[in-house]
């Protein structure tokens, strides 16, 4: 693995024992929001193709919600190979092998390409074109599930062993730096859509600058809306 594993984002410290673990609640909650958004786009095209209503309103809305979810699923896999992954293997060494993984990103662009293309054709034919994309969001829905229980299930428990509390933190302040102001606006309402509990929301804004909190209520329902013209409510 490391002789194809780029550059390391920063020098890195690994965890030593009895240091304390990285906290992976957040990036736990991204996961999640890319499962349900990659879902509820399989979902909703697939009503559509069965003939649920689509007027042009929610049509509109599918295109530009479809657009941001398979945006962010990209921009997610390239970090982690780019920024993540070398951060792991050089805190754990030999005791992980991330390859499998990704590999399942190489084979997950294949098929955001795909769905890329099929919602482009949607976006001009409307739900004449709800079939293919159907099929595709459903792969991407699918083999998204796999991969992030196969990810969490093999890699947290390394992560929380070998990687620092601090590194971690880098990392995830690398993700976040190359977040537009614009797709942020998107990306904010829909992981605090992702909490299940008050106080899982309560957690992820734990310590947050007032400023976020105001972005948040200015743009949450404008979200909400988009998300529920998406579903046909």
């Known amino acids: 693995m490391t002789s194809t594993t780029p550059a390391l984002p920063f020098p890195v410290s690994p965890r030593r024992p009895g240091d304390p673990e990285p906290d992976l609640f957040g990036f736990s909650l991204v996961h999640r929001a890319l499962r349900s958004g990659c879902r509820l786009l399989a979902d909703a ?35 982690e190979d780019d920024v993540l992954w070398p951060v792991i293997v050089a805190s754990a060494g030999d ?44 792969e991407l829905a699918d083999e998204l599930d796999e991969h992030i229980e196969e990810e969490e299930r093999e890699v947290f428990p390394v992560m929380r062993r070998f990687v620092s509390k601090g590194d971690f933190t880098r990392v995830e302040t690398r993700f976040r730096k190359g977040t537009s102001p614009r797709h942020m606006v998107f990306v904010l309402p829909w992981i605090v859509d992702s909490c299940r509990t008050p106080a899982e929301t309560a957690r992820l804004f734990a310590g947050a600058p007032a400023p976020l909190r105001w972005v948040l209520r200015a743009v949450q329902p404008g979200w909400i809306r988009r998300r529920d013209l998406v579903r046909g409510a």
């Open 45 to 79: 095209v697939t009503a559509v193709a069965a003939g649920d209503p689509c007027p042009p309103e929610r049509q509109r809305a599918v295109v530009r919600f479809g657009e941001a979810v398979l945006h962010e699923v990209h921009v997610h896999h390239s970090r």
């Open 95 to 138: 005791a992980v092998d991330l390859r499998p993984l990704s590999d399942d990103h190489t084979a997950l662009q294949g098929v955001l390409d795909r769905a890329d293309s099929a919602l482009a054709r949607f976006a001009e034919g409307g739900p004449a074109q709800a079939g293919p994309l159907t099929a595709v969001l459903t």
